[in-house]
């Protein structure tokens, strides 16, 4: 068994083959731990990641990656005693900065040399895969379409996208139907969070709480370009008066048209229905000390 094993993803953000497997080991060079790294493969399969687990038996696993790589891990060791903790190399981290870690890798890994878990919810989306950060349909998800095919990263890459992506906003007709609640709304986004904001810092759900045994289904009404720039350069709360949010632990999203549909930053295709159900208390995630003050 290790204490510690780190998968790293050098296709993440700006990572080059190598350099973090520098930054780990010459962190824990004086450290008792023990630790393994795993470098993915380019064509990477789920059962390759598995058989390193097996192998290493891991006490607690690490993404060094953006929420994509986040999430893959958190689908892969949910419902298990397994830690999973975060090393931000992605363009965005959200799921990072939703838990205060810093993207200064020393500060991070001593979060994570420390070791405090805590119980963190899921949310199952269409019964096939798990969310741990924030899953949406409409504007967002076709922007992060659009960075996916471009060739910049971080805000100038998102800038880009926006001024792409704002040519074809389009409004959509939802239907969404919880445990006791059915509306029937024109919007430009249905986001279904767990977390409270998009790794640019944009609160997109103040009410957001990882451990509480809900989520919130966030219908975005009005998006103007003020506040899609906010989503970039100018990170707050969305106006309370464009959204509306409702509490749920399970809620089906249909459209008229096919949208599009992203998980945790990762663009899912086009789609006209999305259901979702909370799976509480189901990840040990490592988060800071303080988070326990």
Known sequence: MVTFLFVINNSSGTNQPNTWDNVINDFFIDKEQSFKIYNLPESCTISQIKDQIVKYNPKNIIAVGGDGTVTMLANIIANTNIGLGILPAGSANGMAKELRIPENAAVALKIISQAHTKKCDLININGNKYCIHLSDMG???????????????????????????????????????????????????????????????????????LSDGLFEVIIVRKLSISSLIQMLLKPGIFNPKKIEIIPSTSVEVTTIRKMHFQIDGEYQGKIKKVSAEICPSILNIIVPESAFL
């Open 139 to 209: 504007l967002n998800a076709h922007l992060i379409k659009h960075f996916d095919e471009g060739k910049l990263r971080g805000k100038l890459g998102y800038a880009m996208v926006i001024i792409k992506t704002l040519w074809y906003k389009e409004k959509m007709q939802v239907i969404v139907k919880t445990n006791n609640l059915e509306v029937r709304r024109n919007a430009f986004m249905v986001v279904i969070a767990n977390a409270r904001k998009y790794g640019t810092g944009a609160v997109i759900n103040p009410e957001g709480n």
